[in-house]
């Protein structure tokens, strides 16, 4: 299973957290995936308050 590595900025593009992720049975999924992955690992994580998740974004590490 590949795994990427994905930085989730708030909505001022200041890095938040990082995570890897990791999608099962997903060899070729497109980093929007891992993207929207990203987001729910920060959401459950309560990495930025509830009020504020609509503004984080996330972009896979090249």
């Given at each position: 299973?590949?795994?990427?590595?994905?930085?989730?900025?708030?909505?001022?593009?200041?890095?938040?957290?990082?995570?890897?992720?990791?999608?099962?049975?997903?060899?070729?999924?497109?980093?929007?995936?891992?993207?929207?992955?990203?987001?729910?690992?920060?959401?459950?994580?309560a990495?930025v308050?509830?009020?504020?998740?609509?503004?984080?974004?996330?972009?896979?590490?090249?």
């Amino acid at each position: 299973m590949p795994e990427r590595v994905v930085d989730v900025f708030d909505e001022t593009g200041v890095l938040v957290t990082s995570y890897t992720v990791i999608l099962a049975g997903s060899s070729e999924a497109p980093d929007e995936a891992y993207e929207r992955e990203a987001l729910r690992m920060a959401a459950f994580d309560a990495a930025v308050p509830a009020d504020r998740l609509a503004g984080l974004t996330a972009k896979v590490r090249r």
